[in-house]
Nanobody, 121 residues
Framework: QVQLVESGGGFVQPGGSLRLSCAAS????????MRWYRQAPGKQRELVAV???????TYADSVKGRFTISRENAKNTVFLQMNSLKPDDTAVYFC???????????????WGQGTQVTVSS
């Protein structure tokens, strides 16, 4: 059983910073992709950033230059450093792993429970 747990959300003023973390537990074999999504009230969930096992990164246009995704493979952990936060960044942030695990066939998507980020003055 793979479980993802996010942390680091909270309330911050515009221009501030937050660092989200997502740690995985379970018998993971490989994690080709680690991703962060977000969902604002009344909106669809959107992809924010992706990092591959090789370290390649991709970002949504709305966060380029402000957010940085990174991973610590030894701990099966992904981070999202968010700087210059704006009110439009307010959302629930979810981590997502595309990974293989013992007892499971092939690659599967696993989701964390989400962490709230609120940017407001």
């Amino acid at each position: 059983q793979v479980q993802l747990v996010e942390s680091g959300g909270g309330f911050v003023q515009p221009g501030g910073s937050l660092r989200l973390s997502c740690a995985a537990s379970g018998n993971l074999l490989s994690i080709p992709h680690m991703r962060w999504y977000r969902q604002a009230p009344g909106k669809q969930r959107e992809l924010v950033a992706v990092i591959t096992s090789g370290g390649s990164t991709t970002y949504a246009d709305s966060v380029k230059g402000r957010f940085t995704i990174s991973r610590e493979n030894a701990k099966n952990t992904v981070f999202l450093q968010m700087n210059s936060l704006k009110p439009d960044d307010t959302a629930v942030y979810f981590c997502n792993y595309l990974c293989s695990a013992e007892g499971a066939v092939g690659l599967r998507n696993y989701w964390g429970q989400g962490t709230q980020v609120t940017v407001s003055s």
